[in-house]
T-cell receptor
Framework: AQRVTQPEKLLSVFKGAPVELKCNYS??????LFWYVQYSRQRLQLLLR??SRESIKGFTADLNKGETSFHLKKPFAQEEDSAMYYC??????????FGQGTELSVKP | KAGVTQTPRYLIKTRGQQVTLSCSPI?????VSWYQQTPGQGLQFLFE???????NKGNFPGRFSGRQFSNSRSEMNVSTLELGDSALYLC???????????FGQGTRLTVV
């Protein structure tokens, strides 16, 4: 079954510390993976997708097919990074399978 | 460019009633998908429409239905509402529907 797992519901770090939000997936085939973010009182928005290999707002994510992971990383967390982060797997026909989300809290 | 617009933003309905939610996608987007978000189940896919055709459907009962019009606007309907249908319903649009989705702010449905 296709599934996305985000093991941490809440991740709390101090400003300037590195951050890694974990995402593991289960998919038979070549996966297309995304990270979406929801800041407080804002709509859910795309942060990055693995095929673009971009760094957005200092965040990067590498697809590791061997470990079936797509962890989101940032070397130095900022307070404005505090938000809800969702890892998502594209299935087909417009369907995204979302993880349960990780709330990132960056303390000053 | 205007974002995805969902109306209404909030709804309170009684068990057994039906409800229709509306979604206006970003201009030029032909894919519209719907998700249900609850604290317990998270974000769950309901269905997706592309050029007026339903391409995919999630594991929801037949009480949940949708449609898309020629201008890409979409509606979803829930009949015979149950308390468990209380949720935030999100609509998302995209050019192709292949993962890159632009979300609306959602409609908060409360069933009493």
């Amino acid at each position: 079954a296709q599934r996305v797992t985000q093991p941490e519901k809440l991740l709390s770090v101090f400003k300037g510390a590195p951050v890694e939000l974990k995402c593991n997936y289960s998919y038979s085939g070549s996966p297309e993976l995304f990270w979406y973010v929801q800041y407080s009182r804002q709509r859910l928005q795309l942060l990055l997708r693995h095929i673009s290999r971009e760094s957005i707002k200092g965040f990067t994510a590498d697809l590791n097919k061997g470990e079936t992971s797509f962890h989101l990383k940032k070397p130095f967390a900022q307070e404005e990074d505090s938000a809800m982060y969702y890892c998502a797997l594209y299935n087909q026909g417009g369907k995204l399978i979302f993880g349960q989300g990780t709330e990132l809290s960056v303390k000053p | 460019k205007a974002g995805v617009t969902q109306t209404p933003r909030y709804l309170i309905k009684t068990r057994g009633q039906q409800v229709t939610l509306s979604c206006s996608p970003i201009s030029g987007h032909r894919s519209v998908s719907w998700y249900q978000q609850t604290p317990g189940q998270g974000l769950q896919f309901l269905f997706e429409y592309f050029s007026e055709t339903q391409r995919n459907k999630g594991n929801f009962p037949g009480r949940f239905s949708g449609r898309q019009f020629s201008n890409s606007r979409s509606e979803m309907n829930v009949s015979t509402l149950e308390l468990g249908d209380s949720a935030l319903y999100l609509c998302a649009s995209g050019f192709t529907g292949e993962g890159e989705a632009f979300f609306g702010q959602g409609t908060r449905l409360t069933v009493v």
